[in-house]
């Protein structure tokens, strides 16, 4: 059996050692060969078993993982999702939809691999090529007809998807995020168009049409289809937004959904667009937000929200979104994860600063870094004196409760349905959510 993890291998196992950012699996060659691995497939070297030295490993495994597997998988209907928020929402409300017509649908991405009943987390919104493969087996394995995929940037650069090809490509919007590691915002484009050249000849992309990126993805070899309020293909009409859901008209056809805000109506729109592509129909109604995106909890007349917005935009909407119907004022915690993008710092903090009645600043993953030169960064361009910096994420939620009142809305922003804090190289339990529950 082919391995990539030398922990893994087996006697008479074959290892191949790819080169990763953090790791690089010649490291544990020796490792891999001690526990019984019989072959072994390098860049360089040679060692005591059967020995293949390729030019790049990680091309050779995707080569040979389309070998083994393209017959097996061919039939599996592949939809998978692009951009910089919303791709989350959209595989979620797609998996729902379609299993709940008891169309079996397979889910990989940042909320982790869900099949059935089962769920299992993953270190990446898109897993590595060899664990994309394994999970798609296990799909087709227990009958799955369906499997949604969010594809970040990030695997679309590393090659993550391989050789696999879409029936379905949805692009959501782009905007400013990972900057550090893409530059500018038009390498950020041209690698997510990456995965529209992965569209089946008989596929389909669908394209926000009021995103001022969308030429990127609307490529003359496709069949496309665009939707938005600016769209002519699906347009978006007669948006209402209320604190217990959402109704639109999508080409004159009403829908209502118990999802809240604008730019849900744009990730419902898409869902809607892909399930007609798929000759399936469904009610809104009937589907639910993923877990940590505007997790929701009431007390007292108080309100709660967990979201996972980590992006200038994303707090952007969400909090233009609380503004169209909250009764009382808005209370936002937020932070910015260390070790990434500091352009977005300042951003985001004058962001929530602005549409805050009060903004709690505070930790969110600080890695390496000082939390408080993160925060320091936070405050760089503030307009206005409505902010507390509190470092411990925890005293900040007490803080935010102790706050807000009736009709007001604590706005906890970041972390959304992640389970644990980033401290230097250690994951620390940590639960927004949970939190709230107990205090």
Not at 59 to 64: A, N, R, S, T, W
Not at 215 to 221: E, G, I, K, S, T
Not at 248 to 266: A, M, P, Q, R
Not at 338 to 365: C, Q, V, W, Y
């Amino acid at each position: 059996m082919l391995q990539i993890d030398s922990r893994k291998v087996k006697s008479g196992d074959t290892f191949l050692a790819l080169r990763g950012v953090n790791h690089d699996g010649h490291d544990y060659v020796k490792q891999a060969i001690e526990n019984g691995a019989t072959k072994v497939i390098v860049e360089e070297g040679l060692y005591e078993v059967d020995t293949l030295v390729v030019k790049n490993t990680h091309d050779y495994l995707v080569q040979e993982l389309d070998r083994l597997y393209h017959e097996d998988l061919k039939d599996l209907v592949l939809i998978g999702v692009t951009g910089t928020n919303g791709k989350t929402t959209i595989c979620s409300l797609l998996w729902q939809a379609l299993n709940q017509m008891d169309e079996k649908c397979g889910y990989i991405g940042t909320i982790g691999f869900y099949l059935d009943d089962f769920e299992k987390s993953l270190t990446n919104t898109t897993p590595d090529v060899y664990e994309i493969y394994d999970m798609l087996l296990a799909c087709k394995k227990h009958g799955c007809k369906y499997v949604v995929m969010e594809v970040s940037s990030h695997a679309l650069h590393y090659h993550r998807i391989g050789n696999l090809t879409f029936d379905l490509a949805i692009f959501t919007n782009l905007t400013e995020d990972h900057l550090d590691f893409h530059k500018t915002m038009e390498d950020y484009a041209l690698e997510k168009q990456k995965l529209f050249y992965a569209l089946k000849k008989d596929g389909l992309a669908i394209v926000n049409a009021d995103d001022p990126y969308k030429n990127y993805y609307l490529l003359d070899q496709n069949h496309n289809v665009t939707y938005g309020f600016d769209s002519t293909d699906f347009t978006i009409t007669n948006e209402d937004l209320r604190m217990d859901g959402t109704s639109f008209e999508l080409n004159h056809t009403l829908y209502k959904s118990v999802l809240l805000g604008k730019y849900n109506i744009y990730n419902l729109t898409a869902v809607l667009i892909a399930l007609d592509h798929l000759n399936k129909k469904i009610d809104p109604m009937t589907l639910s937000a993923p877990v940590g995106r505007l997790d929701t909890v009431v007390k007292d007349g108080k309100t709660v929200m967990i979201d996972y917005a980590h992006t200038p935009d994303a707090v952007l909407k969400v909090l233009q979104n609380l503004r169209e119907f909250s009764k009382g004022k808005i209370v936002t915690i937020i932070g910015c994860g260390g070790n990434r993008e500091k352009a977005k710092r300042p951003k985001m903090g004058r962001i929530a600063s602005d549409l805050s009645d009060l903004a709690i600043f505070t930790s969110d993953n600080p890695r390496f870094e000082d939390p408080k030169d993160i925060l320091k960064d936070m405050v760089a361009d503030l307009q206005k004196d409505n902010v507390m910096i509190v470092e411990n994420r925890k005293d900040a939620i007490i803080k935010g409760l102790q706050n807000i009142s009736k009709d007001d809305i604590l706005l906890i922003l970041g972390k959304g349905h992640e389970t644990y804090q980033v401290i230097g190289e250690e994951k620390l339990e940590f639960n927004d959510k949970k939190i709230v529950e107990e205090l």
